[in-house]
C-alpha cells in the first residue's frame, strides 16, 4: 500500500480512537456510567489493524496542510458540545477507515463499518442521557 494511503489510515486510527476515548472518559468519570463506559471501551479496542509498524512509519505531522486547529475546534459551549464534537470526529473518521482499508481487508473495512454503526446508535443513547441532565 502506498504511503500516502498508510498515512490517511493512520491520522483517521488516531482520530477515530482519540474521539472515542473523550466520550468513554466523559461517561466514565462525569456520569459514572459503567455499561456505557464499556460499551466505548469495547469499540476502541476495536479500532486496530494490523499494520502498526508501517502506518507509525508513514506518519508525517510535519508535513501536515491542516494541523491547526480552527476557531470552530477551539471553543466548545459544554460538556454536550464536547460529546457532539467527538461522535462526529469519530464518526468520520471510521467512515474514511471503512472505504480506505477495502484497498486491505473486506473484513477490516467491515469493522469499521460496525464501529460506525454503533456510534450512531450510542450517540442517541448518550445524548439524550446528556441532554436529560442539563
Known amino acids: 500500500m502506498n ?8 491520522a483517521n486510527l488516531n482520530r ?3 474521539g472515542i476515548r473523550v466520550i ?3 461517561f466514565r468519570y462525569i456520569y459514572n456510567d459503567k455499561k456505557n463506559a464499556s460499551r466505548l471501551k469495547q469499540l476502541r479496542h476495536k479500532a486496530r489493524i494490523d ?3 508501517d502506518l507509525l512509519s508513514s506518519r508525517d505531522i510535519r508535513n501536515d496542510v ?3 486547529s480552527i476557531s470552530s475546534e477551539q471553543n466548545r459551549e459544554d460538556l454536550y458540545s464536547i460529546l457532539i464534537a467527538n461522535f462526529k470526529r469519530a464518526q468520520e473518521s471510521a467512515r474514511v477507515l ?15 463499518k460496525y464501529i460506525r454503526y454503533e456510534l450512531y446508535d450510542l450517540e442517541i443513547v448518550l ?3 446528556t441532554s436529560n441532565s442539563k
Open 3 to 10: 504511503k500516502n494511503n498508510l498515512r490517511l489510515i493512520d
Open 16 to 18: 477515530l480512537r482519540e
Open 24 to 26: 468513554e472518559d466523559i
Open 51 to 53: 499494520l502498526n509498524d
Open 66 to 68: 491542516l494541523k491547526k
Open 98 to 112: 471503512e472505504e480506505f482499508t477495502k484497498l486491505i481487508s473486506v473484513k477490516d473495512s467491515e469493522n469499521f
Open 127 to 129: 445524548t439524550n442521557i
